[in-house]
């Protein structure tokens, strides 16, 4: 499992069915509001920088990573906003995998990087108005990805 990611290896021994992945997902707003997203090269949904924890990794160096990978930017974590899951957060991916995530989802601010993705999951990325966002991969509410839903009080240094 040495260069293998974890999803990687347990699809290798479950194969297409329903698994659960603790995941992670970033909400990246610009100075007007927009929120970053993330087109995927394989032609499926718009989607915010997001993925899976792996073995050994936690969920605030899983989103670093995700982000960096997936936008190539740098960022700070300024907050936990909510951790979602269940039905609604099933997902088949064009290839018949399916997956039920649990998502940590942060509120997380640009600090660097390039802006060039360091992966080639990414097509493009792109921040949206709320009234011009396309559909998302995954039922987010719009009101906690835009900051008119509170979240979490639970803030992070």
Not at 71 to 77: A, E, F, L, N, Q
Not at 118 to 142: G, I, N, Q, V
Request: glycine residues 12%; proline residues 6%.
């Amino acid at each position: 499992m040495e260069n293998e990611s974890y999803i990687g290896w347990l699809r290798k021994r479950v194969g297409p069915g329903l698994i659960l992945s603790p995941s992670v997902g970033a909400v990246i707003r610009d100075a007007q509001g927009r929120l970053l997203l993330q087109e995927k090269s394989s032609g499926e949904a718009w989607s915010l920088p997001a993925g899976g924890i792996e073995l050994g990794e936690s969920p605030r160096e899983a989103i670093i990573r995700e982000v960096m990978e997936e936008t190539g930017y740098v960022v700070r974590i300024r907050r936990i906003l909510a951790v979602l899951g269940g039905k609604e957060f099933r997902y088949t991916y064009p290839n018949g995998d399916e997956v039920e995530y649990v998502v940590t989802l942060f509120e997380c601010e640009i600090v660097g990087g390039s802006g060039v993705p360091t992966d080639d999951e990414t097509k493009s990325t792109r921040y949206f108005r709320r009234d011009e966002m396309p559909p998302l991969a995954l039922p987010y509410s719009m009101d906690l990805l835009f900051g008119d839903e509170p979240g979490f009080a639970l803030h992070l240094a």
